[in-house]
């Protein structure tokens, strides 16, 4: 029971943080990450939330998951949705607490965007080190990479460049201009990855959590 809660503790840690990263790129307004962009447009053009949306986009990929994966799928991973739950609810919330954040100028924008890039690595590192679940976004990915047998990291690239793509198509159909999409989209795409990979390799807290995970399993 100690080795479970220690585990999961982590991993639901790492999800929170991933929510604060995610409402700080999008609060310094040069376009939220890619795995957002799809419910945060659509919140600018109908009454629910960005976490509102995020809750439905994730609740679609694990019945993806389950359709793509049928007899494959390792039914444990429907805990994603108790986990969609508690991000959805605390992006909603880490937006609220930062709703008097208005960065106003160029430097102040880009310095919350590398901020929220950076804490939401972190979050990424310690949400995957304890190695118990996938979150939806991931789950889906990883899903379409075993059954069209393609590299995760590939099919990773094209899953946030296709999201992207529709977000940018049903803003130019809602507004006739790009809205909530720009080069903050682009600049996190790029770098949260080469984050991530620079805490799991230098972080002595990333490499704490998974050596206690082994020796707890």
């Not at 809660?5 to 999800?15: H, P, Q, T």
């Not at 803003?171 to 999409?181: D, I, N, V, Y």
């Amino acid at each position: 029971m100690k080795s479970w809660c220690y585990r999961y503790g982590c991993f639901l840690f790492g999800v929170i943080l991933n929510s604060f990263g995610i409402a700080l790129i999008t609060k310094a307004s040069l376009g939220t990450s890619p795995i957002s962009s799809l419910p945060y447009v659509l919140s600018f053009e109908f009454p629910i939330t960005l976490g509102g949306f995020t809750f439905i986009m994730n609740t679609l990929f694990v019945l993806g998951q389950i359709l793509l994966l049928r007899r494959n799928f390792q039914w444990i991973q429907l805990l994603q949705m108790g986990v969609n739950v508690v991000f959805s609810s605390c992006i909603d919330v880490s937006m609220n607490l930062i709703s008097w954040f208005q960065p106003a100028v160029w430097w102040e924008q880009l310095l919350a965007l590398l901020l929220g890039c950076t804490i939401l690595a972190l979050g990424i590192s310690i949400e995957v080190a304890p190695n118990v679940l996938v979150v939806p976004g991931e789950g889906i990915v990883k899903a379409i990479s075993t059954v069209i047998h393609k590299r995760f990291g590939s099919v990773k690239i094209a899953f946030d460049v296709t999201l992207v793509g529709i977000a940018t198509a049903l803003s130019f159909l809602f507004f006739s201009q790009l809205k909530g999409l720009g080069v903050g989209t682009i600049i996190s795409a790029l770098i949260v990855g080469k984050i991530v990979n620079l805490f799991n390799r230098h972080l002595p807290l990333i490499s704490r959590i998974s050596g206690l995970c082994r020796q707890e399993a």
